[in-house]
C-alpha cells in the first residue's frame, strides 16, 4: 500500500520494521501518584485517585507533564517517517484560501490566508476585484501565532472594526476596536469576555457586549456564572460602561447581543447552558441615528420552548428561524405588537430536510437545508412564496450565509470532503452562483472518490456515513481507516476539507465520517435521540459503524482507528472501554473524559442539557455507566491511544485528558502505547496557529503509521 504520493519501497520495509519492533516493547510511563480520593454519589462511592492532576499549574502536575511529553517526543521521534509526513502536510496546506466577504459601507471586507499564515488576515477592497488593504493581520500579535481573533464586527458605515483577541486558545477575549482608514487603535480595552457578540449601534458611537465580572482564582479552570450586558461609549474606559441588562435570579443566563439592520432594535439571544433552546428578549433603541442604550427590555419569547435565531425585521414585524412545532425548522414572522403564538404567521412551513440556515437577503429568504447531510440552497419570496434553488457543484456543505436585505449579492462559501472551502457569488438578477476565488491545492482530488453509505445501528434506526478513499481501492479487509464522529450538541458533521485527512489519503488511508444521534443532521428529533439517558444510542451508532466498515472489508479492527474532537474525544474514550477488541488505535482529542465532574470547571455546567447533571440521581447512574475515566478495566488489552489536549483549555479542561490518561496507563495489560500529548500555549482548538496544527497532524498520522502497520 502507498504511503504519501512518494512513497518507496524501502520506505514501506522501514515502515512494516517499525510497527513490528513496536509490538516488542513496552512503554515506561511516569509515576502518578495514586491518592485515597473517595467521593460519595447518592449512596455510591467512587475513586478518584487522580484528583491532583486537575490543577493544572501545581509544580507535581507541571513535573508530571513534562515526563508525559517527554516520553511521547522519544516515541514519535522514533518513527522515521514523521519527518516526511510533516513535509507533506506543510505543502498540501499550503494553498491561498479566502472566506466569503462582508460588504459595509460599499467597501468589501474578507480574509484570506497565502497558504501557511499562522492566522488569516482581514483585507477591505473598493470591490471583488479590487486591490485590497491590509485591515487587521492577527500574525502581528504575537510571533508565535498563538493570539488569534475570536469574534468581530464592522461599523454600518465600515469605519470601526471591534474584534476581540484570545490569547493561548483561551475562550477569554479582550475587545479592541480599530479604525479602518489608518489601521491603528483606538485606546478601547475590554476585558473579561466569552460567550459574546458586539453589536453596533447603528450611530457607530459604541456597542453592545456581554461580560463577566474578573473571576476569582484561576482564570482557565473557575466557573462562570452570572453574565451581563453592557454598552461601551468609545473613548470611556471599561469601568464607565452601561449596564444595560442583568438577571440575579438567572445566574446561568448567557446573552448574546444583537441590533437590528434599521438600527431600532436591541436583540438578546438568551441561551441557558449548550441547550439548543433560548429566550428572546427586545429592547428599543428608538431613533437609529440617536439611540438611546437603555430603557424596558420586553421579554419577547420567554417560554424556553424551542431555539429561535433572528433573520430580520421589518419594523416591528420580526422574522425568525425556529424548530418550535417544527423539529426540522420553519420560519416565522412574529409581530412585537401582538407577540402571541397564536398570531404568528408561518412563512416558510417544515419541509422534509432540516434547516441549517437562513439568512435575508436582497429582500428574499436564503435557506440552507440538510438533505441526508448534504447542502441544498433555496431561495423565496419575502412572503415565503418558492423563488428558486442556488445550483450547487455537487453533494457537500454550504457555510457563512453573507448578505443583507439590501444587498443585491449573496455570498457562501462551499466545500466538500475534496473539494476545498471556496467563496461563492450568487447573483440575484442572475439568478446563478459563480466562484469568487477559485482555489488549488497541490492536492489532487481526482485520484479519490467519496461515497455515502447506510448502516442498521443495534435498535435498527438507519446512520448515514461518508467514505473517502482512493479511487478502484480494494475491498480486501487491508486498509488502514481512520473512522471521526462527533455526536453532541445539535451540532451536525458535514462534509470539508481537510489538508490533513488529504494526506491522510495519499498515505493510503480510507476517511469515514459518521453522521450519529445527538447531532442535527435531521433536526432535532436526531439530536433528541442521542442526548441525556438516550446517549448509549450515539455510541451504538458509532460502533455499528466500525462493524460495517470491517464486515464490508473496508478495513479489519487491527486497521481501523477511531478519533473525535471534545464531545467527540467522550465518544472515542467511551466505545474504547466498551469495544476495545473491535479497534486498532484510538485518537480522543480534548476530551470529556470524567462525566463526574465536567460540571465544576468554566463552563462544564453548561453541558447538562446534553448530558444531564451528576447531582441528579437518575442521571448520575446514565452518566457513570459510560464515563470514560471511570469505565476503564485495569487488565484490559487496549488499542493504541493517543490523547492530545492543550494547557490553556479553559473549554474542556486539560484535567480530563490527564485524568484519563494517567488511568489509561495504569490499567493497559497489553503491549500497545498510551500516550499523551499535552500542547502549551494551545486552547479547546479555536485559533491554533496552522504550524500549530501542522506538528499535531503529523504526530497523529505518525503515530497511525506505527500502530496500524502501514
Sequence with gaps: MKMLARTSSSLLLAMALSHAAAGAQRLAYPAARASDQ?????????ADPYR?????????????????NAVTERYLSAIPQRARIRQRLTEVWNYARSFPPTVRGGRYFFFRNTGLQNQSVLYVADSLRGEPRVVLDPNTLRADGTEALSTLEITDDGRLLGYGVASGGSDWQEYRVRDVATGRDL?????????????????????????????????????VHDQKVYYHVLGEPQERDVLVYQRADQPDYIYYPQVTEDGRYLVLSVSQGSDRRNRVYVMELGDAAHPRVTGEV??????????????????PVFYFSTDNAAPRGRVVAVDLRDPAPARWRTLIAEGPDAIAAVRRVNGRFVVSTLHDVAAKLRVYNADGSPAGEVALPGPGAVGSLSGRVGDRELFFSFASFLQPSTVYRYDFAAGRAEPVWPVSTGFDASRYV???????????????????????????????????????????????????????????????????????EYGEAWHQGGILAQKQNGFDDFIAAAEFLVARKYTQPSKLAIWGISNGGLLVGAVLNQRPELFGAALPQVG???????NRFTIGWAWTSDYGSPGDPAQFRTLYAYSPLHNIRPGTRYPAVLITTGDHDDRVVPGHSFKYAAAMQAAQAGDRPVLIRIETRAGHGGGKPTSMQIDEAADRWAFLVRELGM
Excluded at 304 to 313: E, K, M, Q, R, T
Excluded at 476 to 484: A, K, M, Q
Design 187 to 223: 485606546p478601547d480595552r475590554l476585558r473579561w469576555i466569552k460567550f459574546s457578540d458586539i453589536a453596533w449601534t447603528k450611530d457607530g458611537r459604541g456597542f453592545f457586549y456581554s461580560r463577566y465580572a474578573e473571576p476569582a482564582g484561576n482564570a482557565l479552570t473557575a466557573a
Design 38 to 46: 473517595v467521593d460519595d454519589y447518592h449512596g455510591t462511592r467512587v
Design 52 to 68: 491532583w492532576l486537575e490543577d493544572t499549574d501545581a509544580p507535581e502536575t507541571r513535573a508530571w507533564i513534562d515526563a508525559e
Design 298 to 315: 420586553a421579554r419577547l419569547l420567554d417560554a424556553f420552548d424551542a431555539g429561535y435565531s433572528l433573520v430580520g425585521n421589518d419594523g
Design 450 to 520: 467519496t461515497e455515502q453509505v447506510f448502516y442498521t445501528s443495534r435498535d435498527g434506526t438507519r446512520i448515514p456515513m461518508f467514505i473517502t478513499h482512493r479511487r478502484g481501492m480494494a475491498l480486501d479487509g487491508n486498509n488502514p481507516t481512520l473512522l471521526y464522529a462527533y455526536g453532541g450538541f445539535n451540532s451536525a458533521v458535514l462534509p470539508s476539507f481537510s489538508s490533513a485527512v488529504a494526506v491522510w489519503l495519499e498515505m493510503g488511508g480510507v476517511y469515514a465520517s459518521a453522521n450519529l444521534r445527538g447531532g442535527n
Design 592 to 598: 470529556v473524559m470524567d462525566m463526574l465532574r465536567f
